[in-house]
Every structure is written in structure tokens, then in C-alpha cells.
């Protein structure tokens, strides 16, 4: 064959393959065989291979292909990724709708567009010029994992996107839903289960584990599917409401749930919840509710959103899933804050295919008043990702030989006094250095997205305690190589790993040390939002709560919990202590946040130098923004090995060019 013939044949090919694709798994509706479409895709695959001139990374051929990564990059998404406020009872929906009418001041009904909520991993896929050029997990909604050639390998998530002789807009961001099907989860399990593998506790976990794996080969094997429902940014499209996308994501080849209803009024979207549930058990893919929209673009605008999740939807949930067990004893934990908490010891039982055999009772007021004892009949609670809960005995099933429970007056642990501040439900160990609240303090710190100390796993902080080896953080950094290779289970060269480790967690960021030293409600994106406004303890520790609270994102409760922080102490001499073994925070330098303020940064191709995370990660350190996707708003594209597409759109987009070199001294002299 000509070679200008053969590549026709290839362009053809891939688009008969890809249209298919569409037929069988977005329309749901195949025109030819497995067998022909076999046929033709095992043609494409030998002229790709006596032509690699013409290779594509996508063509339909590469779904599969793709060589394992070391490690996810990660990403930041252009604009968060949201979660939802949720209600449990039509109370909460009715509200909602209170709420939404006052805030508009519209009277009447309100239109919404009511989905099932889908029980899966949400992500976004990006499109520039009808490319997939990138696909990134939601994360913690602000910075993702790129798994882009994972996402490739799900057959209905279109590689190219469906023009129907429009011109395709120049970007288009959808998020939508990844999820495993029930039968095909099933089927899994039970192949699985014949091959003496670990089995998946249910579909959602399945659907998350063959995303997120490092080999896409794997997850081409895994029967993924995926729905979408919503977009970050759409470029040369004009899309006014929910109803337009939904009509839009469909005409250009993307899956749309076929079970969404127009609703006039709050009364209708509740009408709808029951059908759904009704419908629950005939639906083939998990839910676990429906989410409710406001259609109208505009009026989303006006009421904005809160910080995780926006002012116009709302999760309605189908209720927990429950169970009746037994309780066997009642255990006493101590968490980190001192906080005794009782937890029910249960006879195992199943609940939504994981076995329950621990549930919280929260406190002593929750215990009186269900009126919860040893020995009781209960009924047990677990309502997504929440630990189970004991919700309420059941009475007629007593006995007589129930025993009533009372939190102990003494630590469990250390046998200080146990009080309980006014006001408060909640009863503490008073004692400071309490093994169980130093336990669970430097297991926090030494967790990953803290000081990250390898090596330094629950176990061996429990017996570095009990053996009085380690009484505070700092204590971990004077610990002898000889000390910690006597230990049960540790040689000298575990030892010398665990040394190694906390040498190079003395060199921290302040963001992560803010959150590794476990300052109530500071979690990572917190400890970051505080970096970017302060640069050292002595800053943020001189800061009031007015001051905090006027920082977006910062509310009441976390400005009160970082003063109280700071006015202990005992903390203060933690800091203090801390510099004293050595550990050097990095502080994020003023200057350079100022030259490079809000400068807008995305990467292509292979960097020699960094990690992608790594080359982000200075960007943000340097008050620049790293994006994932290249727009008229971008301001640097960074070039490495094999550049993608985005190198073209940058060019065309008038982007200024940097090699990694340049890139490098950039960051550097600036
Ligand atoms: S819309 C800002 N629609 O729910 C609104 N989300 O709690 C963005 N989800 O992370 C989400 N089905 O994983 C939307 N039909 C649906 C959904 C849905 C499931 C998930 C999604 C998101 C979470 C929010």
C-alpha cells in the first residue's frame, strides 16, 4: 500500500473503530458484530505497526497499550471540584428550597433538574479542540491525579470528541462520575474469588482501585464505565443551564444519565427521590441518592458557593444502610485531643458488603440517652464513608442481665483524672503527656502530608512509647540508633532507615508542619491557605481571630482553634522544642511571591529535573499558579521531553515558551 493511502486507511479506520465505540457503548446500540468490529480494529493495528510514522496516542488502538507510571502526577484543577451539602429527610430538602426562594427573592417554583446520585469516583476530563488531553481524579478538590491513560482505556469515554460538522470548541472541561456497574462488579468478585485474590468490599472501592492504578493495562481490564454531569470551563460554547448541558455532553459524544427529570418546584424533585427509590434495586449501577440542581446558570451565579460545595445543590441521600447486632463490651479509646470515646465491641455483621465489628457510641450523653447497655440487641448504622454507629437498642430483646456503662473517672491509659469542661459532651484525659494522646499525636505527625517519616508506622510509635523511649514529638529526633535497634522487630538496619528518615523530615515546608502538628480543623489545604498569608509561627501566632477570619476560606471555628493553639503553653515549647532537635521549616519567601504574583503556569512533555508535583509545587511556593490546561489566560507554558498539544495551543494562543533551563532559572534568580 501507498504510503498516503495507508495513512487514509488509518484516519478512517480510527474513526469507523471510534464510532462503534459510540454505537456500542454510549448509544448502547452496536450496528455490527464483535467479530467485524474485531476485524477492523486488528486491521488499524498492523498498519500502525508497518507505519509508525502514523502513530497516534489517540487512536483507539492506544486505549489499552500504555506503559505502568512511577507515581501519580498530581494536578491542579482549574476551578475546584465541589462537593455537595447532603440532607437525609425531606426536611432538609424543604429547606433548601426555603432558602433558595429567599435568597432569590422568587416567590414561586423554582425549576430544577434532578439526577441520580451516582455511587462512583467523580472526575474531570479535559478536551482541547476535541482532544483528550488530560484527565485528573477530584482529589481534595482542588489538586487532582493525573490519570489521564487510565481514563483512556474506558471505551465510553470518547478519545476525540463528536463534532456532527460543528467545529469543536477549543476546550471543554466535563466532570462526571466513574463507576463500576453491579453485574460487572459481581462478576469481578467472583473471578476474583476463583483466583484467591483480595475481593472488593463494593462497587465504588472497585471503581476508585482500577482507576488509580499505576499500570493502565490493569485498569483497561477492569469493566469501567462512566457518566457525566457537569463542566469546570467550556471555551466557544454558550451553555445557560443544566438542561443545555445535559443536551450539550450527549451531542458530542459524552454519556448523560438517562434517568435525570426536569422538576418544577421543590415538590417534584421530592416525587422524584421516591421513584428513584422505588427504582433503586432495577438500576444497574450503584446510587446512593439524587442531587438536586438549580437549572438556571444565572441564578446559580447569584447564589455562589460556600467553600466546599455550592449554594444551588443539594445531595438528597437515601437513608444508611442499618443492621441488628449485638453488643459484646464496651472498649474506651483516647484520640489525640484527650477525647474518651466508647465503642461498641459487635457480634460481626455485614452491611453493605463490609463486616461490622466496631461502632462508635460517641459519648456518654449519646449512651444515656438511647439507653445503650452491654448485652443489648442494637441496631447499627453505616452511612457511606462515616464510621459505623450504634443508632438504638432494641428493648423487647432484653434479658434482664444487660449491664448499664459509664465512662471511667480515670484515664484507661494513664489513670490521670478524666474531666469534663462545662458545656461540653465530651469527657477528656487531662493529662498532656498521656501515652495514648502522644501515640495517636506522633502517629499524626509522622503521617504522610505531615513530616512523612517513613519507616515510622502506628506500631513502632506504640512501642517507642510504651517503652519510654519517646514522650514528645521532638523526643523522636533524639532517639540512638542503638535505642531503636534494641527494640523488638527492629535491627540495625531498620534502625538506620528510621534515622535516615527523620534526618530529612527535619526539612519541612511551614504548611505541612502547621498540619503536622495537628492543630484542631487545620488539615493539608488549610495548613496551605495559612502559608500563603504567614511566614513563620512568630507571624501566625501574633495573629487575632478578626485577622483569621478575614482570610477567605477561614471561618469562625478554625480562627478559634488556631488562637487557642497558640496560647498554650505547652505548644509554644513544642515549636520551640522542635528547632531545638533541628528541624528547619522553609519559609515561603516574600519577594519572589511578589514578582511572580498569580502568574499562571502550565507544563507539557517530560521534565528532566522535576517531578510535575515537584515543578508545581515551586510555582505555588512562588505565588504563581499552576494549571493543567493552556488558555488565552496562561501565561507560561514550561516545554519538556515530547511535548502534547498543549505546546500547539500555546503557540497559538501567543503563550510564552520556556525550556525546563529557563524555567529553572527563572524560579531561581527569581
Ligand atoms: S454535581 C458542585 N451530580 O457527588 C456540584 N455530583 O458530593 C458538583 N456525584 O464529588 C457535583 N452523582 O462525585 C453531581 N449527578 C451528580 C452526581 C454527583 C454523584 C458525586 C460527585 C461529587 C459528589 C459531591
Redesign the pocket.
Given at each position: 500500500m501507498k504510503k498516503h493511502k495507508a495513512k487514509e486507511r488509518i484516519e478512517e479506520l480510527r474513526e469507523e473503530v471510534e464510532e462503534h465505540n459510540y454505537r456500542y457503548y454510549v448509544l448502547d446500540d452496536p450496528v455490527i458484530t464483535d467479530r467485524e468490529y474485531d476485524e477492523l480494529l486488528a486491521e488499524l493495528e498492523t498498519l500502525e505497526e508497518e507505519y509508525p510514522e502514523f502513530k497516534s496516542e489517540n487512536s483507539p488502538t492506544q486505549r489499552v497499550g500504555a506503559r505502568p507510571a512511577e507515581e501519580f502526577e498530581s494536578a491542579e484543577h482549574r476551578h475546584p471540584?465541589?462537593?455537595?451539602s447532603n440532607a437525609f429527610e425531606e426536611e432538609g430538602v424543604f429547606d433548601f428550597d426555603d432558602r433558595v426562594r429567599r435568597e432569590l427573592g422568587v416567590p414561586g417554583d423554582i425549576t430544577y433538574l434532578a439526577?441520580?446520585?451516582?455511587?462512583?469516583?467523580?472526575v474531570e476530563v479535559i478536551y482541547e479542540n476535541g482532544q483528550l488531553t488530560e484527565a485528573l481524579t477530584?482529589g481534595d478538590g482542588f489538586t487532582g491525579e493525573v490519570v489521564t491513560r487510565n481514563i483512556k482505556t474506558i471505551r465510553s469515554i470518547p478519545l476525540k470528541l463528536r463534532s456532527d460538522g460543528q467545529e469543536l470548541p477549543p476546550l471543554v472541561e466535563v466532570?462526571g462520575?466513574v463507576y463500576m456497574g453491579k453485574d460487572s462488579f459481581r462478576r469481578m468478585n467472583e473471578r476474583r474469588a476463583r483466583e484467591d485474590k483480595d475481593l472488593f468490599a463494593n462497587p465504588r472501592n472497585a471503581a476508585a482501585g482500577s482507576l488509580r492504578q499505576l499500570d493502565p493495562s490493569v485498569t483497561a481490564r477492569r469493566p469501567l464505565n462512566a457518566f457525566f454531569?457537569?463542566v469546570g470551563e467550556v471555551q466557544g460554547v454558550e451553555l445557560n443551564s443544566q438542561e443545555e448541558l445535559l443536551r450539550f455532553l450527549p451531542s458530542i459524544g459524552l454519556r448523560v444519565?438517562p434517568y435525570i427529570r426536569k422538576c418544577s418546584g421543590i415538590d417534584e424533585a421530592v416525587e422524584y427521590f421516591g421513584d428513584i427509590a422505588d427504582r433503586r434495586e432495577e438500576i444497574p449501577y450503584e446510587i446512593d441518592g439524587i442531587?438536586i440542581?438549580i437549572n438556571d446558570f444565572q441564578l446559580r451565579e447569584v447564589l455562589g458557593t460556600k467553600t466546599r460545595?455550592?449554594r444551588w445543590?443539594l445531595?438528597y441521600k437515601f437513608p444508611p444502610e442499618r443492621a441488628r447486632t449485638k453488643i459484646l463490651d464496651i472498649e474506651v479509646g483516647v484520640g489525640r485531643t484527650g477525647a474518651l470515646t466508647p465503642v461498641a465491641i459487635l457480634v460481626p455483621v455485614e452491611i453493605k458488603g463490609a463486616t461490622i465489628s466496631r461502632a462508635t457510641l460517641h459519648n456518654q450523653d449519646e449512651i444515656d440517652e438511647k439507653d445503650i447497655r452491654i448485652g443489648d440487641e442494637v441496631i447499627v448504622q453505616r452511612a457511606g464513608d462515616v464510621i459505623p454507629e450504634v443508632i438504638k437498642p432494641v428493648k423487647g430483646e432484653r434479658s434482664g442481665d444487660e449491664e448499664t456503662f459509664k465512662l471511667p473517672d480515670r484515664c484507661p491509659v494513664c489513670g490521670e483524672p478524666v474531666k469534663r469542661p462545662e458545656g461540653e459532651a465530651i469527657h477528656r484525659c487531662v493529662n498532656i503527656s498521656c501515652p495514648a494522646r502522644v501515640k495517636e499525636s506522633i502517629k499524626h505527625f509522622a503521617s504522610k502530608g505531615a513530616a512523612d517519616v517513613e519507616g515510622l508506622g502506628d506500631k513502632l510509635v506504640e512501642q517507642l512509647v510504651d517503652e519510654g523511649l519517646v514522650g514528645d514529638i521532638p523526643d523522636l529526633y533524639r532517639l540512638s540508633r542503638e535505642e531503636i535497634s534494641n527494640l523488638e522487630r527492629m535491627g540495625d538496619k531498620s534502625a538506620e532507615n528510621l534515622l535516615k528518615s527523620l534526618e530529612e523530615s527535619k526539612e519541612i515546608s511551614f504548611s505541612r508542619l502547621l498540619y503536622a502538628l495537628g492543630i484542631r480543623h487545620v488539615g493539608e489545604h488549610l495548613a496551605r491557605v495559612l502559608e500563603a498569608e504567614y511566614a513563620d509561627f512568630d507571624e501566625l501566632r501574633e495573629a487575632d481571630r478578626d485577622e483569621l477570619e478575614a482570610i477567605h476560606e477561614i471561618g469562625p471555628e478554625v480562627a478559634e482553634s488556631i488562637v487557642n493553639f497558640f496560647s498554650s503553653q505547652r505548644n509554644l515549647e513544642l515549636i520551640e522544642g522542635l528547632a531545638e532537635v533541628g528541624l528547619r521549616y522553609e519559609r515561603p519567601d516574600r519577594d519572589v511571591e511578589e514578582t511572580l504574583d498569580e502568574k499562571k503556569f502550565v507544563f507539557t512533555g517530560r521534565l528532566e529535573n522535576f517531578t510535575r508535583a515537584e515543578a508545581q509545587g515551586l510555582v505555588e511556593r512562588m505565588g504563581g499558579r499552576a494549571t493543567s490546561s493552556v488558555s488565552s489566560e496562561t501565561d507560561y507554558l514550561v516545554v519538556g521531553d515530547n511535548p502534547g498539544s498543549k505546546y500547539d495551543r500555546a503557540l497559538e494562543e501567543d503563550v510564552t515558551i520556556l525550556t525546563e533551563e529557563e524555567f529553572r532559572e527563572k524560579a531561581e534568580s527569581d
Open positions: 471540584m465541589l462537593s455537595l439526577e441520580p446520585k451516582l455511587d462512583g469516583l467523580a477530584r466532570r462520575e454531569y457537569d444519565n442531587v440542581k460545595s455550592p445543590a445531595a
